[in-house]
């Protein structure tokens, strides 16, 4: 019997589509699913027996290209990989929802593949290595959110033939396949990016979607330095902290991100393009600095979630970040080392600047080794 297909823009209430979808997976059966790379074909994780008929309906050895598992998201990852890495967090954060599969080592003693049944292990995690991902399709995350798990998930084809990138293209399975969920052609029309991360390195197993170029970005440490309005403290503090960590790396400040470190600054009511205030930028001149460039930004949901540490002028600003995101409350701080506020200095005369930017620097000075280490970056 040919699969039942459902047209997501036809459906007169697309909670129903997921319900469809979720049920089916539930009952152990496999479903063709839209990702923003490819179609893919997905069994329930925790059904006995799902996962082993996936590989039938693939006709592939799993032990040479192991499924990857579907997730909700970044959070979720941490309940499979307990010992995750700071660079796998980091890429993962980064990257997720988003076309990166990302290979790390399976923990079959703390991590949820211990309540797997050892066939569904063997095709998920043969080599000891687990491979997840979080699609950013909004009816598959969907399913997942209603799934009571994650999702074993492959692309839609028989081994050696090309990806399907439409649901019409997941038809040729035939009866090995329940259900398609029809949303429309891939965005991408091509595979994700496959990456392994080993420790403090990584490895693209396949370039896909996403480059060479932009992972290489999404692995580097990042500082986000904040303040209000993102023209006085925090470029002060911008400046600064990029000429220390440069300093110490005996490199310039333009070869920072090369090296691995990318230093930013924002503002909790920041308006985009400002320039910083001409007393900011003649204390930075007379350090060395030159920030005649800056242009303002508002502090974004993709900074914070991008940054592995943000350091906050006052505590109303660290306040503020983790009241509006909760998750980034471990990542953000006070840049003094005290503890105490930093005052803003605008209005004031050139002298004031000085004195802020020397309060600033003592925080710099806390950091910058702390930075340095964890970004894994050596002098």
């Not at 991590?111 to 080599?127: E, H, W």
């Not at 502090?299 to 909760?326: C, G, K, M, W, Y």
Request: aromatic content about 4%; proline content about 6%.
């Amino acid at each position: 019997m040919p699969p039942v297909v459902i047209d997501v823009a036809r459906a007169d209430d697309v909670r129903d589509v997921v319900h469809r979808a979720v049920q089916a997976l539930a009952e152990g059966k496999i479903v063709a699913l839209p990702t923003e790379t490819v179609y893919g074909l997905g069994a329930a994780v925790t059904v006995p027996g799902a996962v082993q008929r996936l590989a039938e309906a693939k006709g592939r050895d799993a032990a040479k290209s192991p499924f990857a598992i579907a997730i909700k998201g970044y959070e979720e990852a941490v309940d499979f990989v307990p010992n995750w890495s700071p660079l796998a967090q980091r890429i993962a954060r980064r990257s997720w929802p988003g076309p990166v599969t990302l290979v790390v080592e399976a923990d079959h003693e703390r991590g949820l593949t211990r309540q797997f049944d050892q066939a569904t292990r063997d095709l998920l995690c043969p080599t000891g290595t687990i491979g997840l991902r979080t699609p950013a399709n909004r009816v598959i995350q969907d399913i997942l959110r209603m799934l009571a798990g994650p999702i074993a998930l492959t692309s839609v084809n028989l081994t050696g033939e090309s990806d399907a990138t439409t649901a019409q293209q997941c038809l040729g399975l035939g009866d090995k396949v329940s259900l398609v969920i029809d949303d429309g052609p891939a965005r991408y029309g091509q595979a994700s990016s496959v990456v392994k991360v080993s420790g403090d390195e990584y490895k693209i197993l396949r370039e896909g979607v996403v480059s060479a170029t932009t992972l290489s970005r999404l692995a580097r440490y990042q500082v986000v330095l904040v303040c209000t309005g993102n023209t006085c403290r925090s470029p002060l503090a911008e400046g600064l902290m990029r000429r220390k960590l440069a300093t110490l790396l005996g490199c310039d400040d333009a070869e920072l991100e090369e090296r691995g470190v990318l230093v930013a600054s924002a503002g909790v009511s920041a308006c985009s393009g400002a320039p910083a205030s001409p007393e900011t930028v003649e204390v930075l001149h007379e350090l060395g600095v030159d920030l005649r460039g800056h242009q303002s930004q508002p502090l974004t949901e993709q900074l914070v979630r991008h940054a592995d540490l943000l350091l906050t002028l006052t505590r109303s600003h660290r306040q503020a970040i983790v009241s509006n995101f909760p998750d980034a409350s471990e990542r953000t701080m006070l840049l003094h080392p005290s503890g105490r506020d930093i005052a803003d200095p605008i209005g004031g005369p050139l002298e004031v600047y000085r004195a802020c930017a020397a309060e600033i620097a003592e925080g710099i000075e806390h950091y910058a080794l702390r930075i340095l280490a964890e970004a894994k970056v050596s002098k």
